[in-house]
């Protein structure tokens, strides 16, 4: 193999092994001004935004053992990698796409396992980690008010009414 053919190989490597998941993209449409647009975007969720030859990521995802994506890479193909939010990068992409009407998804893999466009555009529609945290806490804490008003009742229940004056 090429000494340059490798080194692109290996680039692609470093870059889907910065995260459990990768996002293709086609941005074909997009502008180098929308690219550095969405780079900085994707910037707050740690996530970097890669051109790859198709050839190259085929060779680096067989190798790294990530499902078949063949049907895929066909096109101008653009990769999303890094940070430790996927949803997040989800959002991110799927709100960029509203906006911009210029980058379209192709498939995702999350853990080693394949994503239509579909199951990203779902993922993205999750609340973000803060806010089902926050509905965790809130669903606790009403759980908790619930059980100490019921306790409250039942000692003013039993304590003997005092005597009318």
């Not at 669903?139 to 003997?160: C, H, N, S, W, Y």
């Given at each position: 193999m090429r000494a340059e053919k490798q080194y692109l190989i290996d680039e692609v490597s470093t870059?889907?092994?910065?995260?459990d998941y990768v996002i293709l993209t086609n941005f074909t449409k997009l502008t180098v001004a929308d690219a550095a647009e969405l780079r900085k975007r994707l910037t707050p969720e740690k996530a970097e935004f890669h051109v790859v030859k198709n050839s190259s990521?085929?060779?680096?995802?067989?190798?790294?053992?990530?499902?078949?994506?063949?049907?895929?890479?066909?096109?101008?193909?653009?990769?999303?990698v890094g940070g430790k939010n996927p949803a997040g990068v989800a959002k991110t992409l799927k709100k960029f796409f509203e906006e911009k009407q210029k980058l379209e998804v192709k498939v995702g893999v999350l853990d080693k396992k394949l994503m239509t466009a579909a199951d990203l555009a779902k993922l993205a529609d999750l609340p973000s980690f803060d806010v089902l945290r926050s509905m965790f806490?809130?669903?606790?804490?009403?759980?908790?008010?619930?059980?100490?008003?019921?306790?409250?009742?039942?000692?003013?229940?039993?304590?003997?009414?005092?005597?009318?004056?």
């Open positions: 870059h889907l092994k910065k995260s990521f085929r060779v680096a995802a067989k190798a790294l053992g990530l499902p078949d994506l063949e049907k895929s890479l066909s096109g101008q193909t653009a990769i999303v806490l809130g669903l606790l804490t009403m759980q908790g008010a619930a059980f100490v008003r019921l306790l409250d009742a039942k000692i003013k229940k039993e304590q003997p009414a005092a005597p009318a004056a």
